[in-house]
């Protein structure tokens, strides 16, 4: 359905762009374990909360527990509900994006 959307010349430019927006996806969730002991250690120092690097771990938990969700609803939108694949998208990307914050 989506190949009858997108013109001939620009498929190799949306394979490109996806590509690219799943490397986002997936590697901010690598990138938050690299950036986990500064983020504790600046609310320790800062803000004084007592936050220790064993409840840091969820944060990284419920980012992908979150991402499965909304990859999962995403998808059931597309299926059952028949809805726009352009709305899917942008709620894929939205139950994506809560769970950074």
Do not use: Q
Request: hydrophobic share 45%; proline share 2%.
């Amino acid at each position: 359905m989506i190949h009858k959307l997108i013109p001939y010349e620009y498929k190799k430019w949306s394979t490109l762009l996806g590509g690219v927006l799943i490397h986002l996806a997936l590697g901010s969730f690598y990138t938050f374990g690299n950036m986990s002991p500064y983020i504790t250690s600046y609310l320790r120092e800062y803000d004084e909360i007592d936050v220790r690097f064993s409840k840091s771990v969820w944060i990284s938990t419920s980012y992908s527990l979150f991402m499965a969700a909304g990859a999962l609803l995403s998808g059931l939108l597309n299926s059952v509900f028949k809805i726009n694949v352009k709305f899917t998208i942008f709620f894929g990307c939205l139950m994506m994006s809560s769970g950074v914050g």
